[in-house]
């Protein structure tokens, strides 16, 4: 399926790979009057903002960044917030602190935290069993739903892969969502390896609504947004009407970045809903260096901090990601947040990517700093170079050239790619054509997990639908697989090889390994397919 189902998530930062010119824009050095905390934080001479101004502006050029909102903060104080390049290409707004960008999956912090309030209330406990609170929740193996704990949603342990299928672009509602992972098969044993899963969060969201009686959204609004002053912040995509600092998501399609449309994530809160500025986001990250405390009132207690920005669950470091950046020894996730080590400190951080935005947060406690970084290009890594580079100018003692270094680490990706590509085209097997008429193709293909995909003859080809998003004209490759361009030409093309029997009849579609859709009995074609109604 398209590329743009693995974007939700920390990008190579969650997956485990990495660790496992601007328009003039608005400067706001904003933030307490609090002073910095006291101890021993490296804080150099003075830091230049105007060096930092200028790298950021060759940067956004060099990795085709259309915009960017960068905060710092330092101690308890935002020391520095800047906005750089457009919210849209084409158009002169430029991009302020204050700009909207959907954070994506830097929410599942938000969602650890409100479950860290729950916990200090005695409401839950970490290690209490899901099905205590959510009694229909069901996973294809019964001991795993059994077993599953509250701290096994939020460190990605589950066993499961992604499936991010049956959510993304799809009509179903949270509840659906989690009810369709009963279908989804295990990757890995229970708790023996780290697998990145949104609809684990997505549980977590529903687990907190049931306890509380409200919604996540409004869990989040009044219990985070609300106390720590971040009001343009809000959790669903329809909230953004009529808001004048909003920015555009970009991607690149046909090797040219444009703007896309903002895509709708309301069925998955907790796992990455939240769209935000950077100066909100800094309050947040004010939050998380004050170990819970906030304007002289503590909202989380230390000790379930503490939980949060502790090892859960261990990552493995490639030898690839080990020569890019040698400081790292050590990589794991916490509670919402993945750790590691740099330079001698510990680096509690996350990344998250939608489609047209990426996004960092980034903090290193011990120097009572933190860092956000917010974009509206689709899965730029120059989110994840700029926190090295600046982290390095207080700590002094380093120049290295963060930027350069991922962009060698993307090109060397890109050609691996590229290859990969290039292997599919020269073992297309020229000359052939379909086993049968294309009208025999036609039909209704059906999957337990991922739901249906329509195949229809029009205009004398074929096309496939799936779900209100997926559009693709099929275009004959060999025998009978066929190359699907999607409409959106955002979600790219991929693959789809129909399987004919002996009969000469068409028993199923297969999606580019992805999933295989049984064909649905012509009788049966017009039934409603049970997805996530059970």
Same mark, same amino acid.
Request: proline content about 6%; hydrophobic content about 40%; glycine content about 10%.
């Given at each position: 399926?398209?590329?743009?189902?693995?974007?939700?998530?920390?990008?190579?930062?969650?997956?485990?790979?990495?660790?496992?010119?601007?328009?003039?824009?608005?400067?706001?050095?904003?933030?307490?009057? @609090?002073?910095?905390?006291?101890?021993?934080?490296?804080?150099?001479?003075?830091? %230049?903002?105007?060096?930092?101004?200028?790298?950021?502006?060759?940067?956004? !050029?060099?990795?085709?960044?259309?915009?960017?909102?960068?905060?710092?903060?330092?101690?308890?104080?935002?020391?520095?917030?800047?906005?750089?390049?457009?919210?849209?290409?084409?158009?002169?707004?430029?991009?302020?602190?204050?700009?909207?960008?959907a954070v994506a999956s830097t929410s599942k912090a938000f969602t650890a935290a409100l479950m860290a309030m729950l916990v200090d209330s005695g409401k839950v406990k970490w290690d209490d069993h899901v099905i205590e609170y959510l009694p229909q929740f069901q996973l294809y193996d019964p001991y795993v739903t059994r077993e599953m704990t509250i701290r096994d949603l939020l460190t990605h342990r589950s066993g499961l892969s992604r499936g991010d299928r049956v959510w993304y672009a799809s009509d179903l509602d949270r509840d659906q969502v989690i009810h369709q992972m009963k279908y989804l098969k295990p990757s890995?044993?229970?708790?023996?390896?780290?697998?990145?899963?949104?609809?684990?969060?997505?549980?977590?969201?529903?687990?907190? @609504?049931?306890?509380?009686?409200? &919604? /996540? %959204?409004?869990?989040?609004?009044?219990?985070?947004?609300?106390?720590?002053?971040?009001?343009?912040?809000?959790?669903?995509?329809r909230d953004l009407a009529g808001k004048p %600092?909003?920015?555009?998501? =970009?991607?690149?399609?046909? %090797?040219?970045?444009?703007?896309?449309?903002?895509?709708?994530?309301?069925?998955?809160?907790?796992?990455?809903?939240?769209?935000?500025?950077?100066?909100?986001?800094?309050? /947040?990250?004010?939050?998380q260096l004050g170990k819970g405390e906030f304007g002289g009132k503590r909202l989380v207690g230390e000790k379930t901090m503490r939980d949060m920005h502790q090892p859960q669950m261990l990552l493995s470091i490639s030898d690839r990601a080990e020569k890019l950046n040698p400081d790292v020894h050590f990589s794991a996730y916490g509670l919402g947040w993945f750790l590691l080590d740099y330079r001698g400190r510990k680096v509690? =951080?996350?990344?998250?990517?939608?489609?047209?935005?990426?996004?960092?947060?980034?903090?290193?406690?011990?120097? !009572?700093?933190?860092?956000?970084?917010?974009?509206?290009?689709?899965?730029?890594?120059?989110?994840? @170079?700029?926190?090295?580079?600046?982290?390095?100018?207080?700590?002094?003692?380093?120049?290295?050239?963060? &930027?350069?270094?991922?962009?060698?680490?993307?090109?060397?990706?890109?050609?691996?790619?590229?290859?990969?590509?290039?292997?599919?085209?020269?073992?297309?097997?020229?000359?052939?054509?379909?086993?049968?008429?294309? =009208?025999?193709?036609a039909g209704v293909y059906t999957d337990s997990l991922y739901g249906k995909v329509s195949v229809a003859l029009e205009n004398g080809h074929l096309v496939a639908t799936s779900g209100p998003a997926f559009v693709a004209d099929l275009e004959h490759w060999h025998y009978d697989t066929f190359r699907a361009v999607f409409r959106n030409h955002a979600y790219g093309k991929t693959y789809m090889t129909f399987a004919v029997d002996k009969m000469g009849q068409v028993g199923a579609l297969d999606v580019d390994d992805f999933a295989v859709f049984a064909r649905v009995p012509e009788k049966d074609k017009d039934k409603k397919v049970a997805t996530g109604t059970h």
């Open positions: 399926m398209p590329t743009t189902l693995h974007r939700l998530g920390a990008g190579l930062l969650a997956l485990g790979l990495l660790f496992p010119g601007a328009a003039d824009a608005q400067q706001t050095p904003l933030g307490s009057s @609090a002073p910095f905390a006291t101890g021993a934080p490296s804080t150099p001479a003075a830091i %230049d903002w105007a060096a930092l101004d200028a790298y950021i502006d060759k940067a956004l !050029k060099d990795w085709e960044v259309p915009g960017l909102a960068l905060a710092v903060v330092k101690g308890d104080s935002v020391v520095y917030a800047k906005g750089y390049g457009v919210k849209e290409l084409g158009k002169p707004d430029p991009i302020t602190p204050r700009t909207l960008f890995w044993g229970f708790r023996s390896n780290f697998g990145y899963q949104n609809v684990m969060f997505v549980t977590a969201t529903q687990l907190e @609504a049931k306890v509380t009686g409200k &919604s /996540w %959204d409004e869990l989040v609004r009044e219990r985070l947004f609300q106390p720590l002053g971040m009001t343009g912040t809000v959790t669903s995509v %600092d909003v920015a555009t998501p =970009h991607d690149k399609v046909d %090797d040219k970045v444009v703007p896309i449309h903002w895509v709708n994530v309301d069925n998955i809160g907790g796992a990455g809903a939240i769209n935000s500025s950077a100066l909100d986001m800094a309050q /947040w990250v004010r939050l509690v =951080h996350h990344g998250g990517n939608l489609d047209g935005f990426s996004a960092e947060v980034f903090l290193v406690p011990e120097e !009572k700093l933190g860092i956000v970084i917010l974009t509206n290009m689709d899965g730029t890594q120059l989110r994840d @170079a700029l926190p090295f580079w600046i982290t390095d100018r207080f700590l002094g003692g380093r120049d290295k050239d963060w &930027s350069a270094e991922y962009l060698k680490f993307r090109q060397e990706n890109q050609a691996r790619a590229d290859s990969a590509r290039l292997k599919v085209e020269a073992a297309r097997v020229k000359g052939t054509k379909p086993s049968l008429p294309l =009208h025999k193709y």
